[in-house]
């Protein structure tokens, strides 16, 4: 597993990309009572979720060596 640094690109398969692009956009569009949650919750659901995308800090010390 490679780990991102904030200046490489990642690239998404098409089908992914247009998944999360909706969630965000549905997201921003509606107001977040109505989800019974918070905007910083629903974003990282929906980037966990729909794109596979989690921050280095959620993997534990063996993987985190793994991806270096």
């Not at 247009?18 to 509606?30: G, P």
């Not at 629903?42 to 966990?48: D, H, K, N, P």
Request: hydrophobic share 40%; aromatic share 6%.
């Amino acid at each position: 597993m490679q780990a991102t640094t904030n200046n490489q690109e990642t690239y998404l398969p098409d089908h992914v990309y247009h998944a999360l692009k909706a969630k965000l956009e549905k997201l921003v569009s509606e107001p977040f009572e109505e989800c019974g949650t918070d905007p910083e919750t629903e974003i990282v659901t929906a980037l966990g979720e729909i794109g596979n995308i989690w921050p280095l800090s959620v993997l534990d010390e063996a993987q985190v060596a793994e991806a270096a």
